[in-house]
């Protein structure tokens, strides 16, 4: 279920106290930013002795660093570095993607959400209505301008995935374009003045030209590399069975039966909802 890869202990919760020496540091380096590129993103960190990867400690900063508290798991606090750190002695970069593995660890969550914050950070740091600099909130996780008033807030897109299911049958796709080539449900951005639900029957029909009835909801989570917050639905084929791909995003979409469905080693919420179905939990 999805609340079990939920780090309960994740405590988002901003705090505002000084950094300490041995607070962990997310320091991200841009990629190229290009579509299907090799050099993502990623953060910077290293290999000690036992194996084990570690994070850079608030100790390991230059001093012209700015960092801001994060998250915490358990008592371990995590800042985020503000500035343009792209090389830090002893430590390497580590794509961001590499974090989306079979079985996450809390901290490798925590490091998702806090690539999702720092994208927000990044791209915002000029007032959207006046053009100044804006400036982090003493008090709440915001960025403020000190021209205008504006209060800038984390954004949070949420996007839907559906199982379309038709008996035995399970609706699978393939993107045409993007790093992700492997079979996938149908995904998709809630546009502005729109219900999840209506979101769900929107990009089935977009993407596969086919109805859906009986939209239920399953579950969520949260996806820090596209700034969304996931939310999971089932749905049955309403009319016609045979899809056809139309707006270009997919190269392939069709029918997977429930016992021609593999073990994957991805953890994603769709990953999920699929192996419900092929275990007959949904
Ligand atoms: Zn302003």
Same mark, same amino acid.
């Given at each position: 279920m999805p609340g079990e890869i939920t780090p309960t202990e994740l405590d988002v919760q901003m705090t505002f106290a000084q950094p300490r020496h041995d607070d962990r540091v997310l320091l991200f380096v841009d990629g190229?930013?290009?579509?299907?590129?090799?050099?993502e993103d990623a953060f910077l960190a290293r290999i000690n002795a036992r194996g084990a990867r570690e994070l850079p400690r608030y100790?390991?900063?230059?001093?012209?660093v700015e960092a801001i508290h994060a998250f915490s798991i358990g008592g371990q606090r995590f800042l985020l570095a503000l @500035?343009?750190?792209a090389v830090l002695e002893g430590f390497e970069p580590v794509g961001v993607r590499s974090l989306v593995a079979s079985h996450p660890e809390s901290e490798d969550l925590a490091i998702l959400a806090a690539y999702h914050l720092r994208c927000w950070y990044r791209d915002n740091r000029?007032? @959207?209505?006046?053009?100044m600099l804006l400036s982090p909130s003493a008090n709440e996780r915001a960025l403020t301008c000190a021209s205008c008033g504006n209060v800038v807030y984390p954004r949070i897109s949420p996007a839907i995935i559906v199982a379309v299911t038709d008996g035995d049958r399970i609706l699978m796709t393939r993107y045409a374009h993007g790093p992700y080539r492997k079979r996938a449900l149908v995904a998709g951005f809630v546009e502005i003045g729109e219900t999840a639900e209506q979101a769900v029957a929107r990009e089935v029909r977009e993407e596969c030209g086919l109805g859906v009835k009986n939209v239920r909801y399953y579950g969520s989570q949260p996806w820090g590399l596209s700034g969304s917050l996931m939310l999971g639905y089932f749905a049955e084929l309403d009319g016609d069975p045979e899809p056809s791909p139309g707006d270009g995003e997919l190269s392939w979409a069709g029918w997977v039966d429930r016992r021609d469905i593999a073990e994957s080693d991805d953890y994603a919420l769709g990953r999920q909802m699929v192996e419900a179905f092929r275990d007959g939990r949904r």
């Open positions: 190229d930013g290009r579509k299907g590129s090799s050099r100790a390991d900063l230059p001093t012209n @500035g343009d750190v000029f007032c @959207g209505r006046c053009g």
